[in-house]
Each structure stands twice: as C-alpha cells, then as structure tokens.
C-alpha cells in the first residue's frame, strides 16, 4: 500500500506516518521544514519538502512519490495552520498562513491527490479539520472559520469523487496532545478539554481511514458536547463561547 501524508513532518501527521510504516506500507510525507522530522532513516520513508500552499510544490511531490509505484492508495492532508486566536490577536502573516495552508492547502491536496487516483477507480483522501469547525457561531476565531471551511470543502469533494471510487474522509479532533499545542500554550495543556493524546488519535484517524468514514468528530465527549451546543439558541451559543475564550484567556 502507498501512503503520502502532506503535513506529516511532526505531530498528528508523522505520528500516522508511523503507523503506516509499522504496518510495512511505502509512505511519503512533507512539509516545508524537513529538519524537524524526529527520525527519519525507515527504510520505507521518503520525505519531500513541499508547501501545500503551492500547487506546483505539492503536486510535483506527490509525482516524484509515486514515480517507482502502482498507484496511492492513501492521502492524509494534515498540513494546518494554527495560533492562538481563540484567547487573542493574531498578526497579519499568521492570518495569511492560516488562509493560505488551510484553504488553499485543502484545494491543492484535493486537487494534486484525485489527479493521481483518477484513473484507478478507488483510493481513500483524508483531510484533518477541527473540532471547532463543527458549530457555526459568530464570535468563532478566523482559525475556527477556516476549519468549517475544510469541512464544506471536503464534503463538495466527496460528492464529485464519488462516481470515481474515491472515498473522502474528514477528521474533526478536539485537543490531541502535540508539540505545537505545547508550544501555543506555554507547555500547559490544563485548559484543554477532553486532550486526547497521540497514540488513541492516530488509532482513531487509522480506523476512520480503513472504514471510509465520511465524518468522524473525536473524542466522544467533545463530540456530544458539539451536539448538545448546536441544538442551542445561537445568541446563547455566541454567549457561551465568548465567555470560553474570556476564561482561556484568563491564567
Ligand atoms: N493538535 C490539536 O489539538 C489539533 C486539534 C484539531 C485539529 N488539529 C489539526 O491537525 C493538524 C495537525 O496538527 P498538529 O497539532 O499535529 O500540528 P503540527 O505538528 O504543527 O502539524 C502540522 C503539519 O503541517 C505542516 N505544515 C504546516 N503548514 C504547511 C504548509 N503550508 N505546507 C506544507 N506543510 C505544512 C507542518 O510541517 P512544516 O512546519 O514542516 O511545514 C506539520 O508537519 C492541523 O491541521 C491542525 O489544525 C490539531
């Protein structure tokens, strides 16, 4: 089996990348600072720098990927950008790179990865949402607004793959315990709710990937907690998670 992970030098992406290897399946991964992969002499591995904001970049990647194979069997598109927009400002380069990777990005991957399956008549894409793009409220962070963005793009994806055997998976994590999470919070991880940690979201995200799942929202209590908030009024809803962002804020 062919893998390729864009966005799988670190986090929820390089952990996948392994299990993928475990399994003895060829993965491919990039992002566009190959220095930072943890280990990367597996003898299945290939990385590829590449910025998925660029169509050329991801799409002569994946060609280079799968110049000695028959076929990609997986797509995972995990390359995100995030800040910490929820609790407060972001800059104008980090709203760009938010646009840029997680719109853009999502387009580039559809795009680059059904060019590649179309004439095989199955082949599984992925794309990693949020939690957070699930509920539609007015207050929510640009970051929140470009992850609904990823939902709806991909559900638009699923229907038009369909009649070409490809199947179209989205994952809507709430908290998954990563380095750049780390990082954006200071190494205290204490606010977030319901943190899931790497190894159970790869095992949920390989699952979901195996069965063809269209949506899968994790963990369960965020999720129930999502479809408990949308059945609310949604000026209760707005009120509600101003004042989450309010207490986030708050150390
Ligand atoms: N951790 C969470 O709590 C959480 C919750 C919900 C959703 N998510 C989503 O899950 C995904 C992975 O998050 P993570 O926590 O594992 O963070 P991460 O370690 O920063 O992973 C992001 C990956 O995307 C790559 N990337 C970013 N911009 C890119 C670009 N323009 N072109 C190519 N690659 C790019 C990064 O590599 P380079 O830096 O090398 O480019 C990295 O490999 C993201 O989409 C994030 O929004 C995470």
Not at 141 to 161: D, G, W
Not at 182 to 200: A, H, M, V
Request: charged share 20%; aromatic share 8%; hydrophobic share 40%.
């Amino acid at each position: 089996m062919n893998v390729f992970i864009a966005g799988g030098t670190s986090g929820i992406g390089y952990s996948l990348a392994k299990h993928y290897l475990s399994k003895g399946y060829c993965v491919g991964i990039c992002g566009r600072n190959l220095a930072k992969i943890e280990e990367n002499n597996f003898k299945n591995l290939q990385a590829f720098q590449a910025d998925v904001s660029d169509m050329n970049s991801i799409s002569s990647v994946l060609e280079s990927f799968l110049l000695d194979k028959q076929g990609l069997d997986i797509f995972i598109n995990c390359a995100g950008s995030y800040a910490e927009d929820v609790a407060g400002n972001i800059s104008y380069e980090e709203a760009e790179e938010m646009l840029q990777t997680n719109i853009s990005g999502t387009v580039n991957c559809f795009e680059a990865s059904r060019k590649a399956m179309k004439n095989q008549k199955n082949g599984s894409i992925t794309v990693v949402a949020s939690v957070s793009g699930i509920l539609e409220y007015e207050n929510s962070s640009l970051y929140t607004k470009t992850k609904r963005s990823v939902i709806q793009i991909a559900e638009a994806y699923r229907r038009a793959l369909k009649p070409f055997g490809i199947s179209v998976t989205t994952i809507a994590p709430g908290y998954v315990d990563t380095e750049k999470l780390r990082q954006l919070n200071q190494n205290n991880l204490g606010k977030k709710p319901f943190l899931t940690n790497l190894e159970t979201a790869t095992h949920i995200i390989s699952e979901a990937i195996e069965n063809k799942e269209k949506l899968i929202i994790f963990p369960t209590k965020m999720k129930w907690m999502m479809r408990s908030l949308s059945l609310l009024p949604s000026s209760l809803l707005n009120m509600i998670m101003f004042r989450k962002a309010k207490w986030m804020k708050n150390d």
